[in-house]
């Protein structure tokens, strides 16, 4: 069972357009969702995180948009990068946990 | 600054073999939590040790099991290897057995023949 559905699986982007990646939960006990990038042969790096207390955070050209009544949050990618092209995770930690629950991940390949 | 390292890198082993991970955590770090990925998909939460004990496990098998050193490092140990235990094991190091901010490391690639 998938605690966390993420899609598209894929997503091909022009340079300096915009990247949206989405995200969606059942369990409202789930208080910290961070977002991690993964590039090939390497561990997931935490990008940004945002707490259900906020509806949006942004750190430079990404952004997370969460939207607590509908249990979604997304990622944001301003002016889509090449060197952005890589595999992204969102993530979300239940009440009282001290593990994190992934989606099954979105391969974005940013063309020049 | 080191950051989280992992060894082996990659690793093949048989079926029914025993094989040992092992992780040091980033300089500051005190917990230690492993994460299996499998090929496409996300990590999955193995277990996490802090304070040397074994805090919270995943949905994995007995067969699966860990431990902590006083230096913080950590090692998974997996018996019975089976097939569908190939993938790449992640170590995500973190503070005070918090699962905030987790630095994972470049992982161990297994691969079980």
């Known amino acids: 069972q998938q605690q966390v559905k993420q899609s598209p699986q894929s997503l091909i982007v022009q340079k300096g357009g915009i990247s949206i990646i989405n995200c969606a939960y059942e369990?409202?006990?789930?208080?910290?969702f961070p977002w991690y990038q993964q590039f090939p042969g390497k561990g997931p790096a935490l990008l940004i995180a945002?707490?259900?207390?906020?509806s949006e955070k942004k750190e430079g050209r990404f952004t997370i948009s969460f939207n607590k009544s509908a249990k979604q949050f997304s990622l944001h990618i301003m002016d889509s990068q090449p060197g952005d092209s890589a595999t992204y995770f969102c993530?979300?930690?239940?009440?009282?946990?001290?593990?994190?629950?992934f989606g099954t991940g979105t391969r974005l390949t940013v063309i020049p | 600054d080191a950051g989280v390292t992992q060894s082996p890198t990659h690793l093949i082993k048989t079926r029914g073999q025993q094989v040992t991970l092992r992780c040091s955590p980033k300089?500051?770090?005190?917990?230690v939590s492993w994460y299996q990925q499998a090929l496409g998909q996300g990590p999955q939460f193995i277990f996490q040790?802090?304070?040397?004990?074994?805090?919270q496990r995943g949905n994995f098998p007995d067969r699966f099991s860990g431990h902590q050193f006083p230096n913080y490092s950590s090692e998974l140990n997996v018996n019975a290897l089976l097939l569908g235990d190939s993938a790449l094991y992640l170590c995500?190091?973190?503070?005070?057995?918090?699962?905030?901010?987790?630095?994972f490391g470049s992982g161990t690639r297994l691969t079980v023949v």
């Open positions: 369990n409202t006990a789930f208080d910290y």
């Open positions: 040790y802090y304070e040397e004990e074994e805090r």
């Open positions: 993530a979300a930690r239940r009440t009282g946990a001290n593990n994190l629950f």
């Open positions: 995500a190091s973190s503070f005070l057995g918090t699962a905030y901010g987790y630095t």
């Open positions: 945002i707490r259900p207390d906020v």
């Open positions: 300089s500051g770090h005190d917990t």
